[in-house]
Nanobody
Framework: QVQLVESGGGLVQAGGSLRLSCAAS????????MGWFRQAPGKEREFVVV????????YYADSVKGRFTISRDNAKNTVYLQMNGLKPEDTAVYYC???????????????????WGRGTQVTVSS
């Protein structure tokens, strides 16, 4: 079992920054690739970024590339999402998710992830 709790969301003006954290509990955090997804009202859940178990591989959605940065600290069982240059279209609930690297599936697909946090709201005002 892995439990994930996001924090750091809030209201920010366009062009501002936020840093999201995802604290994990349970065994063997380093076994999991960690992803961030987001979902705006009326839209499908959208892939944002993923980092592999070691932190040596990352992949970003085109919409956030150059603005968002993912990192992880396995010793602290925590993954971070630094969001800079925020835009109103970034407004969404942001979810942290864990994918067992021993399982198959695309890292950009929500259905490939076994564990999810409850989400944290990010609102960017214009």
């Amino acid at each position: 079992q892995v439990q994930l709790v996001e924090s750091g969301g809030g209201l920010v003006q366009a062009g501002g920054s936020l840093r999201l954290s995802c604290a994990a509990s349970g065994r063997s955090f380093s076994m999991y690739a960690m992803g961030w997804f987001r979902q705006a009202p009326g839209k499908e859940r959208e892939f944002v970024v993923v980092v592999n178990w070691s932190g040596g591989y990352t992949y970003y959605a085109d919409s956030v590339k150059g603005r968002f940065t993912i990192s992880r600290d396995n010793a602290k069982n925590t993954v971070y999402l630094q969001m800079n240059g925020l835009k109103p279209e970034d407004t969404a609930v942001y979810y942290c998710a864990a994918h067992d690297r021993r399982n198959g599936g695309s890292w950009t697909a929500p259905e490939a992830y076994e564990y999810w946090g409850r989400g944290t709201q990010v609102t960017v005002s214009s």
